[in-house]
C-alpha cells in the first residue's frame, strides 16, 4: 500500500466516541459517500479489510483475522441494502472492539441486546446516514426507505 493510500486511509478512519448509552461516529475527513452502497466498502478497502460473500444460513456476517488479514464476510443471500448495513456493522466491531474478538451478526430482533452489538449498530446508523436527519412531515419509515437502513434501525438515529 502507497503511502498516498495510507494517508487517504487515516484521513477517513472514524473516530469512534463511547458515550454512557451508545456511540458516537465523529468522520474526520469522509469523501467516501456513506449513503450510496459503495460507502462502506470503499470505508472497508481503505481501511485495509477485504470483504467477501458466503451464502451462509443464519449467519449475517462476520469477522476474520488471519495471519494478520482481516475479511469481512458477508451472507451472499443478502440484498444489497442489508449487505451494506450489515457491512457497516462489522466495520463497528473492527473499530469499537477488542483485537482478537470474533462476533456474529445473527440476531434478528432480541429482547436484551449485548453492548457490543449496540455500540455496532449505532456505528453502523451513524455511519451510513452521517449528516441525513428526518425531514419535518417524514415517517420513520420514510426516513428508513430514503437513507437505505432497516427500520428498526432508526432507532439508534433518533434516540441519542
Known sequence: MSRFVRRRAKAVLIKADLAQYGVRVIPVLNPYDSSTIAGPYRLARAMGIDVDEFPFRRIKGLILEIAGRVTIVLNSNLPEWLKRFVLAHELGHRQMSPRGMGYFFLAEHTLMEPRVEYEANRYAVELLTWGDEPEV????????????????????????
Open 137 to 160: 412531515n417524514e415517517t420513520l419509515e420514510q426516513f428508513a426507505a430514503r437513507v437505505g437502513l432497516p427500520v428498526e434501525m432508526i432507532r439508534y438515529k433518533i434516540i441519542r
